[in-house]
């Protein structure tokens, strides 16, 4: 709207301090926003004057271009050879999937719910020339707005045998890939087996804590880790040593690339005997720290990876970030290292909050934070 009375549009929106309200510059920048924020089932109003029932109609084409982008390709024939497997469901919102509640549709969506299931079903996918994203719970990923091509694996392969005494005085686990990381570590603690108690909070599943070496309060997951089994692009099963995965600070070959089209199976770890009492405190006292220190509410954990001279959140803290908001993507007003949905947060909204704080904190301490998250999905680089 023109200025009126000393008034535009853009103070108007500014001054009523709402946070869900936004301006935008002409009716492409709104065709954009709308396009951002609908979600399958939405309805789509327009309220206001003049010629504001143009919006209508363009946010319909960009649609209808956006449909007909990821119908692209034909997945049927693929998703008749899946359904022999598990059930199919296609263009299923990512946004169901995640615990940021962010991403658009998947092409092909299916469940694994065992590790031969997780490897028939990529076997199929690779015989059919379709990407595949393995998903666990949905922690440490931003899915873009326009979902992800090709079949998303939700991965529910969640067996665990063991213990097998190493005879070297530990005890050799193997859990599947799709196992809940800080479901696994409580029960070995319960069971009095040191090694992986520092694991009890970390949310995710084993296949992410193996891709990422997840790690915290001083422990990781390479500290006790022997082997995994992969399935590769040909279908081939085999097993990586754990030296072989050059495991570093919350990364390993599969995020340095090197291990692309390939499925984490199961893994295989060696933990030792401990006292059940005094692990089960141990995890407790971590509990009790963890919620003391990390918001609740829609989160995909620790944004940042820490630097080894300062917290991620400090610096964020420093350039006067906390709290700050861009649409409903907040950072934390506890913990300036979580980023959390307040509502109807787009990913565009977490990356442009994401690129804000890394701007900030290079301008002011020459640091260039290295993310702990991944974006996935079609129009991120990874």
Not at 111 to 121: C, H, M, Q, R, Y
Request: charged residues 25%; hydrophobic residues 40%.
């Amino acid at each position: 709207e023109p200025e009126s009375a000393g008034i535009d549009a853009e103070t108007l929106v500014r001054e009523i301090e709402e946070p869900q309200a936004r301006f935008v510059a002409s009716f492409e920048e709104a065709a954009e926003a709308a396009i951002e924020l609908l979600r399958p089932g939405d309805v789509f109003f327009t309220i206001g004057a003049g010629d504001v029932d143009e919006l209508g109609p363009l946010v319909i084409d960009r649609l209808q271009q956006a449909g007909a982008a990821a119908a692209s390709k034909d997945y049927s024939a693929l998703a008749a050879a899946l359904a022999e497997i598990t059930e199919v469901r296609e263009h299923e919102p990512l946004s169901r999937h995640t615990t940021f509640g962010i991403g658009g549709p998947a092409d092909v969506y299916v469940v694994a719910k065992n590790s031969d299931d997780l490897a028939d079903i990529v076997i199929a996918c690779r015989e059919h020339d379709a990407p595949v994203f393995v998903l666990g719970s949905g922690s440490n990923i931003i899915v873009s707005d326009a979902g992800i091509r090709g079949v998303v694996i939700e991965n529910r392969a969640r067996a665990v045998s063991g213990p097998e005494p190493d005879g070297k005085g530990g005890f050799r686990f193997t859990a599947e890939s799709g196992a809940s990381f800080a479901s696994v570590a409580r029960g070995f603690a319960r069971q009095g087996f040191a090694g992986l108690e520092w694991a009890s909070g970390i949310p995710g599943t084993l296949g992410g804590a193996v891709v990422y070496n997840a790690g915290a309060y001083g422990g990781c997951l390479a500290d006790v880790l022997e082997s995994i089994r992969i399935v590769n692009g040909t279908g081939t099963a085999r097993k990586v040593q754990a030296e072989e995965l050059d495991l570093v600070y919350r990364g390993s070959s599969f995020t340095k690339g090197q291990y692309d089209n390939r499925v984490v199976l199961e893994a295989e770890f060696t933990l030792w005997r401990g006292d059940e009492a005094e692990l089960m405190e141990r995890v407790r006292d971590l509990d009790r720290r963890r919620l003391a220190a990390q918001p609740r509410g829609r989160n995909a954990g620790s944004i940042f990876k820490n630097t080894p001279e300062h917290p991620a959140w400090r610096m964020i803290d420093q350039v006067g970030l906390r709290g700050h908001r861009i649409g409903d993507a907040q950072i934390s007003e506890q913990h300036c290292n979580f980023f959390i949905n307040a509502g109807h947060a787009t990913a565009t909204d977490m990356k442009a909050l994401i690129d804000l704080a890394r701007e900030r904190v290079r301008d002011k301490f020459g640091v260039e934070l290295e993310l702990e998250v991944g974006f996935v999905g079609e129009g991120f680089d990874g």
